[in-house]
C-alpha cells in the first residue's frame, strides 16, 4: 500500500518562508518521479513543480518559479518543496502526488498516488 505523507504547513507572513516534505512509504520510491500540486479554495488542483526520479530534471508552474524549489532525497524517501518569498495567492492545500514513471510530468492525470494534503496560509 503506497502511502504518501506531507508535512511543513502552516501559516506565514507575506514574504516569508516555508518548507513542505513529502515522506513515502509502500513502493520503490527512487524509481518514480513525484509532483507537488495545491488547491485553493473553489479552485481546481494546479500543477506546482516535479522532479524526475534521480532530480536531474525539474518543471515548474510560471507562478511560482524562482520562488519555489522543489528536491529529493531518495535515500530518505522524501521529497521537499522550498517556498520564499510567499504571497497571499499562495494560500492553498498542498498536495504531493508519485507518477506512474521515472518522467516529471506536470499532467495531473499522470500521477496515480496522492497524499493527504497540508495546508499554507499566506497572510498579508
Known amino acids: 500500500q503506497v502511502q504518501l505523507v506531507e508535512s511543513g504547513g502552516g501559516l506565514v507572513q507575506a514574504g516569508g518562508s516555508l518548507r513542505l516534505s513529502c515522506t513515502a512509504s509502500g513502493r520503490t520510491f527512487s524509481n518514480y518521479a513525484m509532483g507537488w500540486f495545491r488547491q485553493a479554495p473553489g479552485k481546481a488542483r494546479e500543477f506546482v513543480a516535479a522532479i524526475s526520479w534521480r532530480g536531474e530534471t525539474t518543471f515548474y508552474a510560471v507562478s511560482v518559479k524562482g520562488r519555489f524549489t522543489i528536491t529529493r532525497d531518495n535515500a530518505k524517501n522524501t521529497m521537499y518543496l522550498q517556498m520564499d518569498s510567499l504571497k497571499p495567492e499562495d494560500t492553498a492545500v498542498y498536495y504531493c502526488?508519485?507518477?506512474?514513471?521515472?518522467?516529471?510530468?506536470?499532467?495531473?492525470?499522470?500521477?496515480?498516488?496522492w497524499g493527504q494534503g497540508t495546508q499554507v496560509t499566506v497572510s498579508s
Open positions: 502526488a508519485s507518477a506512474e514513471g521515472r518522467t516529471a510530468v506536470v499532467i495531473i492525470h499522470n500521477y496515480d498516488y
